[in-house]
């Protein structure tokens, strides 16, 4: 016969992801529910986002949205916030006095060492960063 046997293609920028211990790794037929892991490549952030999903026209969607958000610029890869970097923050934001108390005063100093106080025990990292 002689014609190439095609491959079928693998959809641009999706991976097929089988959990841990499935068979198909070793070339045998699938025995878990496979996650479709989309990826993406922002120029900008010089970083590819990543999201799985259970299905390929999930995963097809998410990457051209994505896609075209990242073109037009309306889209930025999730930054990681975390509860302590807010209230940095905020707490900046407090000493410059822009954050204001709900009548409008800038807060006072001593309202701001308690603030700060609380999050030192509410985050020990912190804690032993400060001391
Ligand atoms: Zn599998």
Redesign the pocket.
């Known amino acids: 016969m002689g014609t190439p046997s095609a491959k079928p293609r693998r959809p641009e920028g999706i991976t097929l992801r089988?959990?841990k211990g499935?068979?198909?790794d070793d070339d045998r037929s699938?025995?878990?529910?496979?996650a479709y892991q989309a990826q993406v490549y922002s120029p900008r952030d010089r970083r590819t986002i990543r999201k799985s999903f259970t299905s390929l026209s999930e995963a097809r969607a998410w990457r051209a949205d994505t896609a075209t958000a990242l073109r037009r610029g309306t889209m930025r890869p999730p930054t990681r916030t975390t509860l302590e970097e807010a209230a940095d923050d905020w707490l900046l934001a407090a000493r410059a006095g822009i954050a204001r108390t709900r009548s409008g005063d800038p807060y006072k100093p001593s309202a701001l060492r308690s603030y700060e106080e609380a999050l030192r025990t509410k985050c020990p990292a912190r804690a032993r960063n400060t001391t």
């Open positions: 089988h959990r499935c068979p198909a699938c025995r878990c529910k496979p």
